[in-house]
């Protein structure tokens, strides 16, 4: 049984539900027979950087990845928007606009907040029971309601053009589950009195994933022909690392993994992971003292 996480540095053009098949051959080469494997949050084919891979049971773990917050550098391209918010799609609005730097500096503060984004027509959101970017690219005219996104920091890297006119923007930003960096891209340009689309997308972080902890594609490639899993497959407490661990006495161990709930536990309310030893039990909710499995790990050598 193999269980953890491959954090695979994406390339551009590869999809995720690539990277997870590319995850599974390489792992069928090596040996490991057939495994579970999911990703824990979409990158489009244009972007590159961190795609959190979750194998085995750690798959159970894939829904708070999705929830995380992320990181993103992105370059936004001034003077042209395209359909798709990105190098893919056709321009279908031009402005002969440069912001100033200062200008562009100071739009910045005003998206450090929690605010309403419609996402780009061009998403894999559901309408009517059909992907989005599938009804645009029929041609039809896709109106998707805002969401709620919350923009942590957003902070300006490097700039191309000049003081007086700035022909690109290269941006961090920390943002909230949902959020749409082509439609951050389109509402900063607006904002500016101009258009644009993003013509770099790189994701740095992920949940608690970060871009040091990816591995390139040669390298999973390599795990294929022979090379030790270890050196890229990371522990599957690794995707728990911002939240407590609760260690569990043999008995109370034995009670989470039957699913029975705890009581008169002295911590505070809140989510937990819960250990014997070293090995991850479950995922729990604790209220009022009470313990209460969330998700339960079929792990080895938890306790009996």
């Known amino acids: 049984m193999v269980d953890g996480w491959i954090i695979l540095d994406k390339p551009l053009e590869m999809g995720s539900t690539q990277g997870v098949a590319a995850v599974k051959r390489n792992l069928r080469q090596a040996g490991f027979g057939k495994c579970k494997v999911g990703h824990g949050g979409t990158l489009d084919p244009l972007a590159t950087g961190v795609l959190p891979i979750a194998v085995g049971e ?49 739009a910045l503060g005003a998206f450090r907040c929690t605010s309403e984004q419609v996402p780009p027509a061009y998403s894999a959101l559901m309408v009517n029971g059909q992907r989005a970017y599938d009804l645009a690219r029929a041609g039809e005219v896709v109106d998707l309601p805002s969401r709620t996104v919350t ?46 689309h993003v013509t770099m997308l790189r994701r740095l972080k992920a949940g608690p994933f970060a871009i040091a902890q990816a591995i390139s594609l040669d390298k999973l490639n390599d795990v294929g022909k022979g090379a030790p899993l270890e050196h890229i497959l990371l522990p599957l407490e690794a995707g728990l690392v911002d939240i407590l661990a609760l260690s569990l006495d043999p008995e109370q161990a034995r009670a989470v993994r039957q699913g029975r709930v705890l009581a008169g536990l002295p911590f505070d309310d809140g989510l937990y992971w819960a250990k014997a030893g070293t090995v991850p039990v479950a995922l729990v909710e604790l209220s009022g003292g009470s313990l209460k499995v969330s998700r339960g790990f079929n792990l080895p050598d938890v306790a009996e």
């Open 58 to 106: 750690a798959t159970k773990l894939c829904g708070r990845m999705l929830d995380s917050d992320k990181i993103y550098a992105f370059t936004v391209t001034f003077g042209s928007e395209t359909d798709t918010l990105d190098l893919e799609g056709k321009i279908v609005a031009t402005s002969d606009v440069r912001p100033a730097l200062e200008a562009l500096k100071d």
């Open 151 to 196: 923009i942590n920091e957003l902070t300006l890297d490097a700039f191309t053009g000049s003081e007086a006119a700035v022909e690109s923007a290269t941006l961090t930003a920390h943002v909230s589950k949902g959020t749409y960096i082509r439609s951050l891209a389109r509402d900063v340009a607006r904002a500016l009195g101009t258009v644009g």
